[in-house]
């Protein structure tokens, strides 16, 4: 970007900002985020040490618009942007439809827009976000975008194809007031993926239920006996078939269950892992074991595949913590990577508009 555009005049303010992924993908991009906002306190500390800016422990249905005002300078160019938590719209809640209390949402992230006017709005998301309630919620808040003479543009982002390491699918909306504004085309393509050997091929080996002396995340899960034989037996990329008879769940013998492959899989060395979930530090949950270690992957190896810094601190130093606690945060972050993406989408987009 020219070096004569106001750059610090881009403020930004991240709702549903967990331990700062899309925050520290802004940041990287130079932009100024003035304040984060979550319900969960146990992302304050990750999120201020790692970003230094402001975290807000504040449900979204009690900020007020006049909050919101008040941290903005009064001639910023205010960017508002935010991931609601996905599982309002997951399958499950699909079904029991927009009685979901969780549904509001984005209903309230949609009536802070319209009182903010923020010149761009940014929401990342599932990929499948706009059809699920029948897709009421997500047309009423697209609705009102475009009552409000927002620009808008959708994408769903593979996240290999901007050098993300894990097969990710996300749902990312850029709205402007200021123009038409669209996602930067992609970086990668099938033949330079970023690759499971990239990202974690040099770590320190582990043992299964051993953690690192020098990194206290780099840790795994202690496996039950059972387990421990599945994982020897488990090739990469294979599937249960591979294990004796003896090893095969009940689930797997019934066929609702014959097509479920990837639960206690190996990644494999030359391919992006699969997406990591909250829960993606357990065999059990996917094709999350170690492609030739004996175990399923590390808090820390989970946390480069989401494209954390190697030097991201999601502890206090010396501060014990749970192994769930740090792998749902993990799991529900933005990846800091695709916080760049978007990032550098609205700043180009930024840039367009001064030139013209």
């Known amino acids: 970007m020219s070096k004569s555009l106001p750059k610090h005049r881009y403020e930004v303010i991240d709702l549903f900002c967990g331990i700062g992924g899309l925050t520290r993908g802004f940041k990287n991009l130079g932009f100024n985020t003035i304040a984060g906002y979550d319900i969960d306190n146990t992302c304050r500390f990750a999120y201020e040490y790692n970003n230094d800016t402001p975290f807000i422990e504040k449900d979204i249905k009690e900020i007020q618009v006049e909050d919101l005002k008040r941290q903005y300078s009064k001639d910023a160019i205010k960017i508002l942007v935010g991931c609601a938590p996905c599982q309002p719209f997951s399958n499950y809640s699909h079904k029991t439809g927009s009685k979901n209390e969780k549904w509001q949402l984005l209903y309230q992230f949609g009536k802070l827009v319209e009182g903010l006017q923020p010149e761009i709005v940014s929401m990342e998301n599932v990929p499948g976000l706009p059809k699920f309630g029948k897709g009421k919620v997500y047309k009423d808040f697209r609705k009102l975008l475009i009552d ?57 080996p582990l043992k299964h239920g051993e953690k690192s002396q020098r990194d206290p995340i780099h840790r795994a899960n202690r496996l039950s006996d059972k387990n421990f034989k599945r994982i020897k037996q488990s090739k990469p990329g294979g599937t249960w078939r591979d294990w004796d008879e003896d090893l095969v769940l009940e689930c797997h013998k019934k066929n609702s269950g014959k097509t479920y492959v990837s639960v206690y899989g190996r990644m494999e060395w030359d391919k992006p892992a699969p997406t990591m979930t909250t829960h993606c530090v357990g065999i059990g949950n996917g094709r999350f ?46 990846p800091p990577r695709l916080g760049e993406v978007i990032a550098e989408s609205i700043e180009v987009h930024l840039e367009q508009q001064q030139m013209n």
Do not use: M, W
Request: glycine share 4%.
């Open 289 to 334: 074991g170690h492609p030739e270690q004996d175990r399923a992957i590390s808090l820390r190896e989970a946390a480069l595949f989401q494209t954390f810094p190697f030097d991201y601190q999601f502890v206090k130093e010396g501060e014990t913590f749970t192994v769930k606690t740090i792998s749902t945060h993990i799991g529900n972050a933005v």
């Open 148 to 204: 409000n003479d927002y620009k808008v543009s959708e994408t769903v982002v593979n996240c290999p194809d901007y050098g993300i390491p894990q097969y990710r699918k996300r749902f990312v909306l850029l709205a402007s007031k200021l123009g038409t504004i669209n996602l930067i085309p992609k970086t990668r393509n099938a033949d330079n993926y970023e690759t499971v050997a990239d990202t974690i091929k040099d770590l320190e």
